[in-house]
């Protein structure tokens, strides 16, 4: 996030009486509703804002009684004045967001607004709150009645593959749900050394799914991702005009070496984000980075669907600038310039942990992924996970984090609650013309981390420990079984 040469306008935002001090989220989005750089501060009561953008809307994660705690969006403001009322702001944020989704909700939402700003005026705020809950569950409403009236995708079901060596108790059922499996190939276990190059782990894997677990599809990830959890040292000492002969060198023996029936391939992984920027590049050198193993797979495999790959896709903390972390919907503007060949657009979706998988709500998760359709690609779901459990998972690749720090839907998170919010994105998302595939990443909360290619987000299993299926496996399934082609050996459009 910017922290220098932001105050080109400034707001004060006045925290209702009750709540919360502060939160742990918070940053604006211009009035397209790209996030964009700028400094929330928290004191007196207050939310003290500074935007290089003059006209913005304050995004928050904050606690709704009879609602959750997700992130909520203000009302667009151009600051003529020091002082705002926060809850009002939200109340009109939300009532118009609902107003142009659906015109059928359109005059129930004006009139709970008109109500709940009735409510801030007398200072009356909790039953301001309670009208603000109203207006999040209409929007939710509003955005699962539209989905639900429209042509749903015929989808794939996908997980993740990195342990299913380990996990005989469960190939047989993943057999009759899964129609491919992941493959992994970051550079810690492909290039340890400069003079190393190994993917006996990858073909070991996918043999395992082939005679066992009897899917004979696969998707590759990722060709290029630079997180330096998963970048060895001696690639992040690279400059920029000795990387890219290596990518383009590595990349090259991949596909040249891959197993048979990858169909799927991440061509690049995060590619927009600070975390994931081991080697400190510009993103005109990550777009050039891009552009390289778009065209490399389209000449070596030009059968395979690549697919560019995204974590943080809602952008909390994110800005257009030279260098990352930029929104996704700004990375892939550089990338349609670049000419960058690509097939479809990935989407990591945890929710419920730390500031880059803090919690949504449906209806803005319903836009998101219309935002996305401008671009004409297929959608994919790429890393799905949620909690099943209100506590710190020390066995996860995130040891001592808490669930609420990330926020959650309607209820703490539990394996009601997981299995819930499953159905409700794979109702939204399968109502989209462009949504493709979706694919579960933790199967079973069983194992502990050791890398990123281990066990990763807390309590997100579809398997308890012991392999008893959680209610989000039932829902996983049941949703995999209704399509066509489910199971394994069914083949699908390619």
């Not at 048979?260 to 975390?275: F, T």
């Not at 994110?318 to 930029?326: A, F």
């Not at 209610?471 to 066509?484: D, L, M, T």
Request: proline letters at 5%; glycine letters at 6%; aromatic letters at 10%.
């Amino acid at each position: 996030m910017a922290t220098k040469s932001i105050r080109h306008a400034r707001a004060i935002f006045k925290l209702p009486p009750g709540g919360p001090a502060a939160t742990s989220v918070a940053y604006t989005c211009d009035h397209q509703g790209r996030p964009c750089h700028s400094r929330v501060t928290f004191g007196d009561g207050s939310a003290i804002v500074e935007s290089t953008h003059h006209i913005f809307s304050l995004r928050l994660l904050w606690p709704v009684r009879g609602f959750g705690e997700v992130v909520l969006r203000t009302k667009v403001v151009r600051p003529r004045k020091q002082h705002y009322s926060l809850i009002a702001l939200l109340i009109e944020g939300q009532a118009e967001r609902v107003r142009l989704y659906s015109k059928d909700f359109a005059k129930q939402a004006d009139t709970l607004a008109e109500s709940g700003l009735g409510f801030v005026r007398s200072k009356q705020f909790q039953s301001a709150e309670r009208i603000l809950a109203k207006l999040l569950q209409l929007g939710e409403k509003a955005a699962l009645v539209k989905a639900r009236s429209l042509p749903k995708r015929n989808l794939e079901f996908g997980v993740q593959g990195f342990r299913i060596d380990t996990q005989q108790a469960l190939i047989s059922k993943l057999r009759r749900v899964a129609n491919f499996v992941v493959l992994p190939s970051y550079f810690f276990m492909t290039r340890p050394t400069a003079r190393r190059f190994d993917i006996s782990r990858l073909k070991k894997l996918a043999r395992v799914s082939r005679t066992q677990a009897k899917i004979n599809v696969f998707k590759l990830h990722p060709l290029l991702w630079l997180h330096p959890a998963a970048t060895p040292a001696w690639i992040k000492e690279l400059g920029f005009n000795q990387l890219k002969p290596f990518v383009e060198r590595h990349a090259r023996k991949v596909l040249r070496h891959l197993p048979a029936g990858v169909r799927y391939i991440d061509i690049c992984n995060e590619l927009h984000s600070s975390d994931a920027n081991g080697c400190s590049l510009t993103i005109t050198q990550l777009v050039e980075l891009a552009e390289l193993v778009g065209k490399l797979v389209k000449q070596e495999r030009p059968q395979l669907h690549t697919i560019i790959n995204f974590s943080d896709i809602f952008g909390a903390g994110s800005g257009i600038g030279k260098t990352p972390s930029v929104p996704v919907e700004h990375f892939l503007d550089c990338c349609e310039l670049a000419k960058v060949p690509y097939d479809g657009i990935g989407l990591q979706f945890y929710m419920g942990l730390k500031k880059e998988f803090t919690c949504r709500e449906l209806l803005e998760i319903s836009e998101k992924f219309d935002d996305l359709e401008r671009f004409g690609k297929d959608l994919h779901l790429t890393e799905l996970g949620f909690p099943s459990s209100w506590r710190v998972d020390a066995q996860s690749f995130f040891p001592t984090d808490h669930p609420a720090v990330g926020g959650y839907w309607h209820n703490p998170w539990d394996e009601k609650t997981q299995a819930e919010f499953l159905e409700a994105l794979l109702t939204i998302f399968a109502s989209k013309p462009h949504a493709r595939s979706v694919c579960w990443w933790d199967i079973s909360d069983a194992g502990t981390a050791q890398d990123v290619s281990s066990k990763f987000f807390p309590h997100a299993g579809l398997f308890r420990a012991n392999s008893d299926p959680k209610r989000a496996w039932k829902v996983f399934a049941n949703w995999s079984k209704r399509q066509p082609n489910s199971g394994g050996r069914g083949n699908r459009r390619s």
